[in-house]
């Protein structure tokens, strides 16, 4: 099983930034793609972005020109740098990690992280 502990939310006004960071541990092997998503109040649980294992990146077009997600594999760690935060990106943040293993996919969530932005 995988351990995933996040950090780095908070609360920022309009246009402002933070940096989540996402660590894994404990059965780290196999770990392919890492991403974050988000829930607001009242809303699905959506994808803001992920990163595959050999760095190629997807961002969903709201955050798009203003996150930047990234991943450093030798520590098992993703980041998210949010910049030009607005009040809709308001949410818990939650971090997702997929694994593949001897032709099995699996799939681990972090508890999530709170990101307030005020206008």
């Known amino acids: 099983q995988v351990q995933l502990v996040e950090s780095g939310g908070g609360l920022v006004q309009a246009g402002g930034s933070l940096r989540l960071s996402c660590a894994a541990s404990?059965?780290?092997?196999?770990?392919?793609?890492m991403g974050w998503y988000r829930e607001a109040p009242g809303k699905q649980r959506e994808l803001v972005a992920d990163?595959?294992?050999?760095?190629?990146?997807n961002y969903a077009d709201s955050v798009k020109g203003r996150f930047t997600i990234s991943r450093d594999n030798t520590k098992n760690t993703v980041y998210l740098q949010m910049n030009s935060l607005k009040p809709e990106d308001t949410a818990v943040y939650y971090c997702?990690?997929?694994?593949?293993?001897?032709?099995?996919?699996?799939?681990?969530w972090g508890q999530g992280t709170q990101v307030t932005v005020s206008s």
């Open positions: 404990g059965d780290v092997f196999g770990i392919n793609a």
């Open positions: 997702r990690v997929s694994r593949l293993r001897f032709g099995t996919r699996s799939v681990d």
């Open positions: 990163i595959t294992s050999g760095s190629s990146t």
